[in-house]
């Protein structure tokens, strides 16, 4: 045999590298490899299931003489006094209140005030993730729901039950 010059053996030598890693058969997936699979289906399960819950609390239904209706068909129809929207059990919330329904909260804190007897010091601020709370402005309500700690508001409370006691209510007083 002839002896080859550095060039040439090297060139043999990468030849011969990169066929032997062509030939190398897939590699078993790794440890990583099924981590990184089951955080994604862990994650596709989460976001799947938390859009399950919310579909599920967009048809909360309004309770009345007339049997069950969804909140758009209440807002489609009217609501009349004794109709109930949201959570169907009032045992679910532990705090309640009640007065006429206004718009707007106080810096920031709250969508909606219940004007109670008493004066602005007695409103309860009110927000919710359950019940559209502008069907009820103007209108006599109970709520029930779950008081939140607030910065402004003297009462802060999440609204997930209503029931309208009457139509169209005066407030218990003047507004400044």
Do not use: C
């Not at 030598?13 to 862990?42: C, F, G, R, Y």
């Not at 989460?46 to 009345?64: C, H, V």
């Not at 009640?98 to 810096?107: K, S």
Request: glycine share 12%.
């Amino acid at each position: 045999m002839e002896p080859t010059s550095d060039n040439q053996q090297l060139e043999v030598k990468a030849k011969k590298l990169l066929h032997s890693l062509d030939e190398k058969p897939a590699q078993p997936s790794t440890p990583m490899n099924k981590t990184v699979l089951i955080l994604v289906i862990l994650t596709l399960a989460g976001i799947a299931s938390g859009f399950g819950i919310a579909k599920f609390r967009q048809g909360e239904t309004i309770i009345s003489g007339q049997g069950l209706k969804s909140t758009e068909q209440a807002a489609q129809s009217g609501i009349k006094a004794g109709d109930i929207v949201g959570v169907q059990d009032e045992n679910t919330f532990k705090d309640q209140a009640e007065g006429v329904l206004a718009q707007g909260g106080v810096n920031g804190e709250g969508s909606h005030r219940l004007l109670r007897q008493g004066g602005p010091s007695q409103n309860v601020y009110l927000t919710s993730s359950i019940v559209d709370l502008n069907l009820f402005t103007g209108h006599k309500i109970k709520v029930w729901g779950e008081t939140f700690a607030a910065q402004k508001a003297g009462w802060l409370m999440d609204v997930g039950r209503v029931k309208v006691l009457e139509l169209n209510s005066a407030p218990p007083f003047e507004e400044e």
